[in-house]
């Protein structure tokens, strides 16, 4: 299979990428740097434009500037905005001018989708939320929907919180835990739906290859767990004491409103993939910390 996927060159997509590849698929990305992607990605054809494309019959959009860079302010948010609703938008249009358009479209979306929930379990049939990251996702997620229309199967992974150690949350965590200053952040107890990126890389590949597939599906571990449980699960990986905690204040002082999504969470289960046989190979927090940090360089 031809598969052209945007944000290649990310956390998630240099994984996709090396999985594709060694399943024998033709893989392409659309960069603004082809040339620090050939360099990035050996056996990968770099983009420079939509146009460039062709034989496309897979696309992955991972495309999307991360929220959790920096404080947010007007441009930052117009920039979350352009980068996935703008990217998405070109997809489509792009997709509707083809001869012979891609037969499935993978776009990711977030678990931001639900919005702050406390304690309630969330699948796939849950309602949207109703700030800003929540909104952001339902106006990708209805973007990437107009594939449909084009008579491409269409698939949407609200991912999670995802576990690696080239990048991603789990990086940042790793050193003040390891010097022993790591712990709960604000009262901990807010929960944190999460996925070792080699799980969320094989539901993608999953979701490409599975014809009957489509429709949204939460990419996150079936066995959600709260703040708390996660840096005490983490110091205990890495024989640390975990208790320090972060204040809230602390967080929102530095982050802004971006620290609510820090200080807020979403109990989520993949409920579809799950009803529709996909396999977890880390189900638990423990074998995936376990893989990980046996493993550092994933």
């Not at 905005?81 to 509707?96: C, D, E, K, N, V």
């Not at 969330?122 to 952001?136: I, K, N, Q, T």
């Not at 698939?155 to 150690?165: A, Y």
Request: aromatic residues 6%; glycine residues 10%.
């Amino acid at each position: 299979m031809r598969v052209l996927i945007t944000g290649g060159t990310g956390f998630i997509g240099q994984a996709l990428c090396a999985r594709l590849l060694q399943a024998g698929h033709t893989v392409s990305v659309l960069t603004r740097d082809p040339a620090r992607a050939r360099a990035q990605l050996p056996g990968v054809d770099a983009l420079a434009t939509l146009e460039e494309a062709s034989g496309v019959e897979a696309v992955v959009n991972l495309a999307g500037e991360p929220l959790m860079a920096g404080r947010w302010n007007a441009e930052r948010k117009a920039a979350f905005r352009a980068s996935r609703i703008g990217t998405t938008q070109a997809l489509i249009a792009w997709m509707a001018r083809q001869a012979a358009r891609p037969r499935v479209l993978v776009s990711g979306s977030a678990i931001g989708y639900y919005g702050p929930r406390d304690d309630v379990a969330l699948d796939e049939s849950a309602a949207p939320g109703d700030d800003f990251a929540a909104r952001l996702c339902l106006d990708w997620e209805t973007e990437a929907m107009q594939a449909e229309s084009l008579d491409v199967r269409t698939c949407r992974v609200r991912t999670g919180i995802v576990l690696g150690t080239e990048g991603g949350a789990l990086a940042k965590m790793l050193p003040p835990f390891r010097m022993g200053v790591g712990g709960p952040m604000g009262d901990g107890r807010q929960w944190m739906s999460w996925i070792h990126r080699d799980d969320l890389v094989s539901l993608v590949q999953w979701l490409l290859e599975r014809d009957q597939a489509g429709g949204a599906y939460n990419g996150t571990a079936p066995a959600p767990v709260t703040n708390r449980d996660f840096a005490r699960a983490l110091g205990k990986a890495l024989h640390r004491p975990a208790v320090l905690p972060t204040p809230a204040f602390a967080l929102t002082l530095g982050f802004g409103e971006m620290a609510q999504l820090l200080l807020t969470g979403q109990r989520v289960l993949p409920a579809h993939a799950l009803a529709e046989g996909f396999t977890f190979r880390f189900p638990t927090l423990e074998t995936a910390l376990e893989d990980l940090l046996r493993s550092p360089a994933r």
